[in-house]
């Protein structure tokens, strides 16, 4: 039941945020918008069957894609081993973008660089809960906005705080609205930010309601943050948040 209602929930911000995505591009404010829930859907609803039924309480919230993550394979955080060992979500399709930029191939599972966000949050994920069924009754993954958005020859990859519009307001709504059915139809009580900007769009949605919402900071490599102390303040940070 709570599986295959977030599967619909998700089809629906698929087809919703496409439409979203293409009006961006044709307005100029970025210049190619890939939609990994359509192309990488079969692992991304793989991802729900595996983790969206096993009563967790507290939804870890991210921002958006990165290009070696869910922009290959659909899946929040993921990075190659990760999918494959610890999810062992393996051998089903992806396939291309619409409209594919010279500079953003994609190779879904197959893909040959790590995203180091996802390895660093599944790895202590892993390290906290043991195998993936433990993880996924303690917590879910969501991202705030499936969509990749780029800029410029280079594909520069932008993330939803970084543009403006009536159009990227529209896409942020609805991105609220599927945050909302998300905690609703798992029964959410604690949402954690990963990174501010996630933080802050939870404690919008949910200023009225009685969910709790923290933040931890983001993994990324380019945060100095995450890097302080070869990594273990962030580790330390993030225990002090999760379940």
């Known amino acids: 039941m709570v599986t295959s209602e977030l599967i619909k929930a998700a089809s629906r911000l ?28 079969e692992p991304h609803k793989a991802f729900i069957e595996l983790g969206g039924g096993k009563g967790a309480q507290t939804l870890l919230l991210g921002m958006n894609p990165g290009p070696h993550g869910m922009g290959q394979m659909g899946i929040p955080f993921s990075a190659t081993s990760i999918v494959r060992d610890l999810l062992k979500i393996r051998n089903l399709e992806v396939k291309q973008p619409r409209n594919i930029h010279p500079k953003r191939a994609v190779k879904g599972l197959d893909w040959h660089k790590e995203e180091i966000s996802g390895t660093r949050l599944w790895n202590l994920l892993e390290s906290e809960y043991g195998n993936a069924e433990n993880i996924f009754s303690n917590v879910f993954i969501v991202n705030h906005c499936p969509l990749m958005l780029f800029k410029g020859e280079r594909a520069i990859n932008i993330t939803p705080d970084k543009i ?4 990227t307001r529209r896409l942020i709504e609805r991105c609220d609205q599927h ?23 939870a404690t919008e ?32 940070n993030i225990r002090s948040v999760l379940p």
């Open 14 to 41: 698929r087809d919703d945020v496409d439409l979203i995505g293409n009006r961006l591009v044709k307005e100029g404010t970025v210049d190619c918008v890939y939609n990994p829930l359509i192309y990488a859907w």
């Open 164 to 167: 403006s519009g009536e159009n």
């Open 179 to 201: 945050l909302r059915e998300v905690v609703e139809i798992m029964g959410i009580k604690k949402v954690i930010g990963v990174g501010k900007y996630a933080e802050k769009r």
């Open 205 to 236: 949605v949910f200023k009225e309601m009685n969910i709790q919402i923290t933040g931890c900071w983001h993994p990324s490599p380019a945060s100095p943050l995450a890097n302080r102390n070869k990594g273990e303040d962030w580790r330390n």
